[in-house]
């Protein structure tokens, strides 16, 4: 059946945002991106886009924390994090008063996994997983197109790393001395640096120690969820090197363990985005269709 | 609706297998155990306690790993396994050939986990991860009472641990050297002391060893699956001075992160079992029942 309806998305990043119309089908008609600031200029800022484009709803993916499980007008509200302006910001709330349309909401990185799901590289899979490795590292995953919530959402880039022999920084991450995204987020490699990563070439030494935490990431998230493919995004993999280190690294830590049918060939389990950045976007218009209803999206 | 059908369910451990029938309830009318020794001696003697109860439908938990994704009579086979006489067995099929009902067949560790979400500890929970510490290390999850597989099923026990500076024992798991089972399983405490885990007393260092290394599965399974609620079980998880330490453990290492509504109280989201070593059973009268359809189950 051919939904003729159009729809609102929202990425909501710590440096963008980005609001878009279109369809449930991927089709993007029109965008707009502006850096992120506060809730209070930010959100007239997206309800001034959506204004005359008759959107039936809304599907927004932002940062995290979000609660995901509140009810009325706690349903989409950031909770407290680094970005001081939106920590208890009544997100899901404050969209749906201001746009006059339902609001789903979900995290980031969630909203991108359910967009390879449906449209990329994660297409005809049964549960996906979707690690980004960018400003901060973050995991979704959808269990046959759904996202997995739970307490909240999963917030895999937090999980422990065993640390690097010749590691020279300390954990860029706010609150763990120890974790994957403190250690292989794109900030953790300029710190290592003094340079960003792109600036780096693909046989410096830093790639090992990088596809070193990856890989563990990798590793725990595929024996402790059990996807059936891998997709990677984010800017810091956009460094395409990055894939045959990290695939050669997580099969050695196997041991032959896991292997399976879909994951014997490597190539196909573990891949990149094919999305080419949209893939949030086009996950909020599909999770705007309504199929993943929360008593108070409106939906 | 009372359903008044009678089922089936067979738990395949390393050591034991237990066969039992009783109701979706959670009621068992009859249960035989006997050792684990080869599909050829262990296949007809289920049969046999079958025979004449007139079930409708078997649910088995196996060790694993076990393919659940295979069709016709790959579905339900024992993979690649320590257990040589085991690796290989079509055991989906070979039951439903000499019982003659439709068999649903799952990880032991996500039948368990089925268990506990039903009747037990993670009853009226929305996703429940389950532990067990004993032979193995296995984790289980359901999300709204459904277990995860995709790629298989979830084998978390062999995730990723950083070894303790007081680590006196290489990993015993034949696969990792760097695993929690490797080294917080029974046999791993057996082979640090020369004597079982019950035979030591609770403020015995070699706890704090333990739980480093349980908390750091339990962290790891938290921030990748957003479980609602953890319940621990298995042989080790007796000793019940080991819940405040794995909490205390836990909380240290999130640093204030993913401490939401229902984590906060880590005494009511880390928990013990509450089924006595049923879990895995009740788990399997429930999948009998059919709610959990596999094409090639034949429910």
Redesign the interface.
């Known amino acids: 059946m051919n939904d003729d309806r159009v729809f609102g998305a929202i990425e909501i990043g710590g440096t963008k945002i980005i609001c878009a119309v279109g369809k449930e089908d991927g089709t993007i008609f029109e965008r707009m991106r502006f850096p992120t600031s506060s809730p209070d200029a930010d959100i007239p800022a997206m309800a001034d886009f959506f204004s005359g484009h008759g959107i039936s709803s809304l599907g927004v993916g932002t940062f995290g ?1 979000v ?1 995901l ?1 509140g009810q009325g007008e706690d349903y989409g509200t950031i ?1 407290e994090c680094p970005r001081e302006k939106w920590s208890h910001c009544r997100l899901g709330q404050r969209l749906k008063d201001s746009i006059g349309v339902p609001v789903i909401v979900d995290s980031d990185v969630n909203a991108a996994c359910i967009g390879e799901a449906c449209f990329g590289a994660g297409k005809g899979k ?2 996906v997983l979707y690690i980004t490795v960018g400003t901060g590292i973050g ?1 979704g995953f959808t ?1 046959s197109g759904r996202p ?9 880039g ?3 790393v ?1 640390v690097h022999e010749k590691e020279t920084i300390a954990s860029v991450c706010r ?2 001395p ?1 974790c994957a995204e403190g250690f292989a987020s794109g900030p953790a490699l300029e710190k290592r640096l003094g340079t960003r990563g792109e600036n780096i070439r693909p046989d410096d030494p830093v790639w090992e120690i990088e596809t070193y935490y990856l890989s ?1 990431l990798v ?10 493919v891998i997709v990677m995004g984010g800017g810091v993999m956009e460094q395409a090197h990055l894939f045959p280190m990290i695939r050669s690294k997580v099969l050695e ?6 292997i ?4 014997s060939d490597m190539d196909s389990y573990i891949v990149p985005s094919r999305l080419g950045g949209d893939q949030a976007l086009l996950g909020c218009l599909r999770m705007a269709r309504g199929v993943f209803g929360h008593p108070s999206s409106g939906l």
């Open positions: 924390p609660d499980r909770l049964e549960n995991i269990i997995l919530h739970g307490l909240m959402h999963p917030e895999g937090h999980s422990k065993l609150l763990h120890d563990q590793r725990n998230c595929m024996q402790i969820l059990s996807p059936n830590q196997l041991h032959g363990h896991y399976h049918a879909e994951s």
